[in-house]
């Protein structure tokens, strides 16, 4: 999916929106920037391409989020939607 043409636009528009800048840090040129969900991209399918859902973060700050690869796993491990839960 994430290769997919869909995200690939979902993801310069979030870009665009936010004029190539982290909208936590500021900065601008320079930096590696990650299209960020904010609500986490395997619990909600149907957000995926939501431009509402998505923000503009430096690698710096997007690894600081709840939501960043596996950390929302490991925060919410007694979530009941939590995959590692559903045995």
């Known amino acids: 999916i994430r290769m997919s043409l869909e995200y690939k636009l ?30 986490p991209f ?19 700050w997007h690894r600081k989020t709840e939501t960043y690869g596996f ?3 490991i925060n919410h491990k007694d979530d009941k939607q939590n995959p590692i839960n559903q045995n």
Do not use: M, Q
Not at 16 to 38: P, S, V, W, Y
């Open 42 to 60: 395997s619990l909600y399918p149907e957000l995926r391409f939501e431009l509402s859902n998505g923000r503009t973060l430096c690698k710096e």
């Open 10 to 39: 979902w993801r310069k528009a979030v870009f665009e929106r936010d004029n190539f800048t982290c909208i936590l840090c500021k900065r601008r040129g320079g930096i590696t920037l990650n299209a960020d969900h904010l609500k």
């Open 71 to 73: 950390s929302y796993w």
